[in-house]
């Protein structure tokens, strides 16, 4: 399906149409920002790493009856995907404290959570992406109560699969986060990425720091860290 024009660019991916009106490109971009755009840079190389990562993990959930917007790889850095309806909402999944719940519950990095926790936050950039509850999901009618619940089991499952599938690779799964959309057939649909950028991984025997907080704490080795998580799950 050959590109024809660009139609959305965000911090670390560019969506362009195809001659089928329900059939988009993905672009992968070495763009990385943190800290809601505020920190800025480039990471060697991502937008390959990322395509094949996605690629790969969408292609395990799919293989595991998950609904994406996959549909292949198409070059170096860019895959086909089914155009969604995206919902306008962030779902976060917390295995392990890190990242943004340790500052705002006093949590010490690295504690275990004994379930999952599942956060929604609202998609507005000007807004800084914020915590919503399922009240008002429902009132600003960003989804309705059929839809969330549908979004929780998907995402509780994708955090199953994932987990073990990351545990197998001697990587733990600290947190990540998903996007959801409907497609043409209606159904709902895991949209956006799986990598590095959004997700927490951290080696099962040293908890090294293997994403992209190795750019938002300036640790260096990040371009290393990408590699290989890529390494680990191909
Ligand atoms: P947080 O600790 O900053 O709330 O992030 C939780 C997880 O969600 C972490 O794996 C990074 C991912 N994430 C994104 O992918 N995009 C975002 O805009 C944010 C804030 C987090």
Same mark, same amino acid.
């Given at each position: ?7 959305? +660019? ?11 009106? =329900? ?12 800290? =809601? ?12 790493? =990322?395509?094949?990562?996605?690629? #790969?993990?969408?292609?395990?959930? &799919? ?11 198409? $070059? ?17 999944? !917390?295995?392990?404290?890190?990242? $943004?719940?340790?500052?705002? &519950? ?22 800084? *992406? ?5 009240? +008002? ?26 987990? *073990? ?9 600290? *947190? ?8 043409? @057939? ?5 949209? @956006? +990425?799986?990598?590095? @950028? ?14 992209? @907080? #190795?750019? !938002? ?6 371009? =290393? ?6 390494? !680990?799950?191909?």
């Amino acid at each position: 399906m050959g590109i024809e024009t660009l139609i959305y +660019e965000g911090k670390a991916k560019k969506l362009f149409s195809t001659k089928d009106e =329900n059939i988009l490109i993905q672009e992968f971009k070495d763009d990385a920002t943190a800290f =809601n755009g505020q920190k800025k840079g480039q990471i060697l190389n991502k937008g390959v790493i =990322n395509n094949q990562i996605s690629t #790969r993990l969408y292609q395990y959930l &799919e293989s595991h009856f998950i609904s994406t917007h996959f549909l292949k790889k198409v $070059s170096y850095n860019a895959m086909e995907i089914r155009k969604l309806k995206m919902f306008k909402l962030e779902v976060i999944v !917390r295995n392990i404290a890190a990242g $943004s719940i340790c500052k705002r &519950e006093n949590i010490a990095e690295g504690t275990v959570f004994p379930s999952p926790l599942l956060e929604f936050c609202y998609k507005d950039d000007s807004l800084g *992406d914020p915590f919503i509850t399922t009240e +008002e999901i429902l009132e600003k009618k960003l989804a309705n109560a059929k839809e969330i619940e549908i979004i929780r089991k998907m995402t509780l499952k994708i955090n199953a699969l994932l987990k *073990d599938f990351f545990l197998r690779r001697n990587l733990k799964l600290v *947190d990540f986060k998903l996007e959801f959309g409907i497609g043409k @057939d209606k159904s709902i649909r895991l949209g @956006d +990425e799986i990598s590095p @950028d959004t997700c927490r991984f951290w080696d099962a025997t040293t908890n090294e720091k293997l994403d992209k @907080d #190795r750019f !938002r704490q300036d640790l260096g080795g990040v371009e =290393n860290a990408y590699e290989e998580i890529l390494s !680990r799950i191909s």
